[in-house]
């Protein structure tokens, strides 16, 4: 776009489309109506360039045109430049300097989705719910995604001061914070009583080696009897589509694992698992949260819809649709919304999650009742699910569960610093009936 406006002067650029070829009717008079509106797009940018109180560069009318178009679809659509082109690819990439923090906004306000685990976000205490109100002092209010994400961004060894309104809480409080190298290392694992505990942070471009490697070291670390496998993706914003593939083929001998489908119902990508689960057929648990969100819900879809994992812990946040970055200059990119996914079963998880087939609350946070969860559904412009919504069924039946009555001051108490992953570990310990010997290895 910024090269062809180079190229033809702006009503030339009208005059041009005008001249392709019309082969129907109906085509032609598709593009006239086309072309009228192009025709109001240029007769605008004339007179905002010729007549605004204060002379504007086209490339920033043009730039403007360009988020604001995007501005009308999904919250997932963007377009990147210089410094927002960097921030798309060193995400992706899996390392940047900042905070560690996924957030989203919401009616003008920065809204926390999730803290990356072992970040500055992540040992300061900010939860998932969190607004965040002021960047050092200053009012973010109305502040862009990108810009609020700025932001927070910055040189390794800097300070940052948030301030927090979390919902439940009485006033606000400042968090004081130290910007790190966010060197995101996407899995870790460790041994808990022969059960083997795979922590998958996020979906970049070595999570599905990894997470081969943490299951052969899970496997030599017990002599090659582990009673099982849990696969942690609690607060993973999600991340490449292949590598999702890559996870969920490992604990899966056959069968699909995630169906792309776009705009055309005939436009359909399936991808299969190869042959070889490196989980021998053992019991998986996978743990999910309000904040497991994309290639997390493909896994824990993928599992599911198999019958390979029981799914636990909370609704996932739903978000079921695929972005594709398309490079349009050295330093530009489109992120452009170009299909949605769909479990092995068929199932839309957009806007509407995973369900987890045992609900468990996180009763180790003692704001867990009162901090609202941010999800897919609660974006402004999110792309309705073909499926419907579904209810949170985990926030609304949790409370009466005489299994989940216990405060966070009384699991302390017991030595529990983390229920849900507790419960998982017990359950399935339960599934592989009677242990020898408990043992324990350091986390990798």
Known sequence: MKRLAKLLPPLALVGALALLPVTTSSVAAADADTYRELETFMSVFERVRANYVDKVDDHTLIKGAIDGMLNALDPHSSYAEASDF?????????????????????????????????????????????????????????????????????APGTSVKLTIVRPGRDAPFDVALVRERIELKPVKWKVQDRVGIININGFSAQTGAMTREALLGIDKAVGGRPLGYIIDLRSNPGGLLDQAIEVSDAFLEQGEIVS???????????????????????????????GSASASEIVAGALQDHRRALVMGERSFGKGSVQTVLQTGPQSALRLTT????????????????????????????????????????????????????????????????????TAAQLEKRGIKDFQLDYAIKTLTRLSGPAPAKTRVAAR
Request: hydrophobic fraction near 30%; proline fraction near 7%.
């Open 339 to 406: 299909a949605r996914y769909y479990t092995p079963s068929g199932r839309s998880v957009q806007a509407g999650g995973i369900d987890p087939d045992i609900p468990v609350p996180q009763l180790s946070d003692e704001d867990y009742k009162k901090r609202p969860r941010l999800r897919e559904a609660d974006l402004r412009r999110h792309i309705i699910s073909q499926s419907g919504v579904k209810d949170d069924v985990l926030e609304s039946d949790s409370a009466t569960d005489p299994r989940f009555t216990a």
């Open 260 to 290: 792309e489908r776009g705009r055309d119902p005939r436009d359909i990508d399936r991808f299969y698992a190869k042959p070889g689960d490196m989980a021998h057929g053992l019991p998986v648990i996978v743990l999910v949260d309000a």
């Open 86 to 154: 960097t921030q798309l690819k060193t995400t992706t990439d899996g390392n940047y300097g900042g905070l560690g923090l996924s957030v989203s906004t919401e009616d003008g306000t920065v809204k926390v989705i999730a803290p990356t685990e072992d970040t500055p976000a992540d040992r300061a205490g900010i939860k998932a719910g969190d607004y965040i109100t002021h960047i050092d002092g200053k009012f973010i209010y109305g502040y862009t995604l990108d810009e609020a994400v700025e932001q927070m961004r910055g």
